[in-house]
């Protein structure tokens, strides 16, 4: 199964694509500054890994990048949208 990481995922362009991407059957991290907006998804889908980031700070990204091999094992894509 295809791990994907998804910055600014909370609403618009991101979300959409997150929830086309779980419904497809893949692992997807969603990085957001808000992330309230995701908890139905996030009820819905097991494989929603959901996390609060500010990508415009490196220490916050490494440790949310970290965060999200540790539970899938590797990031397969990342999808910039933030």
């Known amino acids: 199964m295809k791990n994907i990481l ?17 419904s497809e059957g893949y692992n997807v ?30 220490k916050q990204m490494e440790i949310c990048v970290s965060k999200s091999v540790k539970k899938y094992g590797s990031i397969d894509c990342a999808v910039h949208n933030a």
Do not use: H, M, P
């Open 6 to 22: 998804i910055t600014g995922a909370a609403n618009g362009i991101g979300y959409y694509l997150a929830r086309q991407l779980l």
């Open 29 to 58: 991290t969603v990085l957001d500054l808000k992330t309230d907006n995701l908890s139905s998804l996030c009820e819905e889908y097991d494989s929603l890994f959901s996390l609060t980031c500010d990508v415009r700070d490196l």
